[in-house]
């Protein structure tokens, strides 16, 4: 497991789009925190939204846009190895569970040094390291690292999980938040499986937004093991 979540993790530092997501990250998180005095200016703010202010432009930017750059990363971590046929060979190896929990940890591991890396660069500017809205971020892409590792579970082909990845990744953020303040009974119910409506939440409730994490890496593995190879 930790040999397969190795080779992901430095595989994901090698890509084009990865340099490019890293970047995105890193200058979002430089500029946002450097330039909030202006909406600080702008704004009146209560004094913990002042401390939070620093962290706006991030949290901005991996929620509207994380789900999508996760998917387009990792959108064949799983369907990749078995399309080349490489996974018969890693599966004689170790089992199979092993095999989905190294590439999910390989695939969190990279976020958590991004994210950890742009909190650093932010805690310059704010002078503290907002553990909490850190966690809430962390929740997020774990949430969105099961998502799509199901998907290419569920998904033989990477062509259609990339093509899938992209309108997930585009839509999945625009329905979450409009589920999450709809006062539509008939759909307003469906909130509580999202992350959003716990991220709105300034309490650990988002413990459940990894609950559900775990639930999809339990059917991914499900899944999983009763495909072939």
């Known amino acids: 497991m930790y040999v397969i979540g190795k080779r992901e993790f430095f595989s994901l530092f090698k890509s084009i789009k990865s340099i490019l997501i890293i970047g995105i990250l890193l ?3 430089y500029y946002s925190a450097k330039f909030s005095y202006v909406l600080m200016s ?4 209560t004094p913990s939204e002042k401390e939070q202010i620093y962290t706006v432009g991030l949290l901005t930017l991996l929620f509207l846009f994380g789900q999508l750059f996760v998917m387009g990363l990792s959108h064949d971590c799983i369907n990749r190895e078995t399309h080349e046929r490489t996974m018969r060979f890693l599966v ?7 095999i989905l929990c190294g590439k999910f940890l390989g695939i969190t591991l990279f976020w958590f040094v991004c994210v950890a890396i742009s909190f650093l660069i932010i805690s310059i500017f704010a002078k503290q390291f907002d553990i909490f809205i850190f966690s809430q971020i962390m929740s ?4 969105q690292i099961a998502l799509t ?9 990477p062509g259609i999980t990339m093509f899938l990845g992209t309108i997930i990744g585009l839509a999945f953020p625009i329905f979450g938040l409009w589920i999450s303040f709809t006062s ?4 307003s119910w469906m909130k509580f ?8 939440r300034d309490d650990y409730t988002l413990v459940v937004i990894l609950l559900f994490a775990g639930l999809m890496m339990f059917i991914a593995n499900l899944i999983f093991k009763r495909r072939e190879c």
Do not use: A, D, G, M
């Open 42 to 45: 702008l704004i009146e703010l």
């Open 184 to 187: 539509n009974v008939w759909i």
């Open 140 to 143: 997020l892409l774990i949430y």
């Open 149 to 157: 590792i199901l998907l290419s579970v569920l998904i033989p082909k």
């Open 92 to 98: 004689t190896r170790t089992s199979r569970t092993s």
């Open 193 to 200: 499986i999202t992350p959003f409506y716990y991220l709105e």
């Open 27 to 29: 200058l979002t998180s």
